[in-house]
């Protein structure tokens, strides 16, 4: 999902920062004890958070803050091999904890970035390998794999990654992982859509990844701060893959955290209204849900004070604040709250968000059946 899909992300933290693992169980303090009114600020701002989970189960903290801080998604993080069964268990047990649905998302890319295991779930091999089949061979594969998901009670898939790595590139966070479809934004175009319309018929939400593209950056963002890509503009063909997902209805686009020199050199595109409000919502005309890249634990950001981070990326034009850890989700949905509190352009902004997610909820409901109509002849 990101510089990483957060699954891979969370191998690599794992082993480099111990004190903050995403599967640890983390006591999380209450924001508020009482209770609040259906549809009150409290309530919206919680659902602009999406939080991990981990994917072999949830402890009574997490399960105990999905409620308290009124959580619009959460994510399945690590490795779990337990099954398509056991894993619908779980995800029932989190939406009895939500006042309204919760999007739940995991990270199911294929080859190494695979959150999801285990009796049920094929094996999904990577992109690299997916780019050798027609594109409609390989939606009729994603629609398969959409469907295992589905059965698991995860609606949103954080894939495909649609960043092109140029041939030969040393790329760590997206090449050394084999997660592109190639080094042509053609091909990659067809194959990340095909992909995302192979889940989308299977009922699960499709998100494209990284905006606007991690396959030239030379440093992983999850676990190097200061990644800078300088060669993509806003004009870029390399934006194909994006654009080309935005006219076909993808609902939602992951942002990058890495810094783009040639359109926004002061900010991490997640924290730029240049590239989301300008490149994503008005150049490409991208109507649905952003979601960031990880804000918990990501190297990149870790010099901006965790609240910050959210406030950050909503006031951009963010919709979906992504936190694999959920150490920092009481800091960030009290600044999300305090803002909200005392600046009426961002609670308009938090409100416009809410609207988007909930948007993208509905698109998950059953639809009714069409009326039957009768018809009477009379002769």
């Not at 999904?124 to 594109?135: E, F, H, K, N």
């Not at 893959?241 to 926004?264: E, L, Q």
Request: charged share 20%; hydrophobic share 45%; glycine share 10%.
């Amino acid at each position: 999902m990101r510089t990483h899909s957060v699954g891979l992300a969370v191998a690599v933290l794992a082993a480099i920062l111990p004190a903050h693992r995403a599967d640890a169980a983390v006591a999380v303090p209450a924001v508020r004890a009482a209770p609040v009114a259906v549809g009150s600020l409290e309530q919206r701002v919680g659902q602009l958070l999406m939080v991990g989970v981990p994917a072999t189960g949830a402890d009574a903290a997490t399960l105990q803050a999905i409620s308290r801080y009124h959580l619009g998604g959460v994510i399945l993080t690590g490795r779990s091999s337990a099954g398509v069964a056991a894993t619908a268990r779980l995800t029932a047990e989190l939406q009895r904890r939500a006042a309204t649905r919760l999007l739940v998302a995991a990270d199911q890319e294929g080859g190494a970035v695979q959150v999801l295991g285990g009796p049920g779930f094929a094996r999904i091999p990577d992109a690299r390998v997916q780019a050798g089949q027609t594109p409609a061979a390989l939606r009729r594969q994603a629609r398969v794999w959409g469907e295992q998901l589905r059965a698991a009670g995860v609606r949103v898939d954080l894939a495909p990654v649609a960043d092109t790595v140029p041939a030969g590139a040393g790329n760590p966070p997206i090449g050394a992982f084999d997660r592109q479809y190639g080094a042509d934004p053609a091909a990659v175009a067809r194959h990340s859509i095909a992909f995302a319309d192979g889940l989308q018929d299977a009922g699960v939400l499709a998100t494209v990844k990284h905006f606007p593209g991690l396959g030239r950056v030379t440093a992983n963002p999850d676990t190097t701060a200061g990644v800078t890509d300088r060669v993509t503009t806003r004009t870029d063909p390399y934006l194909r893959p994006f654009r080309d997902a935005v006219r076909a209805g993808v609902p939602v686009v992951m942002m990058s955290t890495a810094i783009y020199a040639r359109i926004d050199p002061g900010r991490p595109a997640a924290f730029s209204p240049i590239i989301i409000g300008g490149l994503l919502r008005h150049d490409l005309g991208f109507e649905g849900v952003v979601v960031s890249d990880d804000l918990g634990t990501a190297r990149q950001v870790a010099g901006i004070p965790a609240g910050e981070r959210a406030v950050r990326f909503v006031a951009a034009g963010g919709d979906l604040v992504l936190i694999v850890d959920p150490a920092t989700l009481p800091a960030m949905y009290a600044a999300l709250l305090t803002r909200a509190r005392s600046d009426p352009a961002f609670r308009a902004r938090v409100e416009e968000s809410a609207g988007r997610i909930r948007a993208a909820r509905q698109r998950l409901e059953p639809r009714p059946p069409a009326p039957r109509v009768r018809y009477e002849f009379r002769g």
